[in-house]
């Protein structure tokens, strides 16, 4: 399993520009008290992500799966125009 300590220790600087994360509330976060944000979007853009895709709200699998390779496979096509 990934923690938010291991996602911040990766480097995506060049391997991996577009980070998904397919999983129920996968995109919030809690504020330290010291107002920095904690979760693993935080900790994905400073390991060198370009963005991170993720949910707010929980999410069925096979759903999130569809949603995901959809979501690419209009981005591969739109670049290829």
Sequence with gaps: MLTVS????????????RTTLIACDSSTQHVASGYEPLGFIPALLFAGATYVLGTLWPVESRTARAFTEGFYRH???????
């Design 75 to 81: 981005c591969e096509d739109q670049a290829e125009r």
């Design 6 to 17: 291991d996602a911040s220790d990766l480097d995506f600087s060049r391997t991996c520009p």
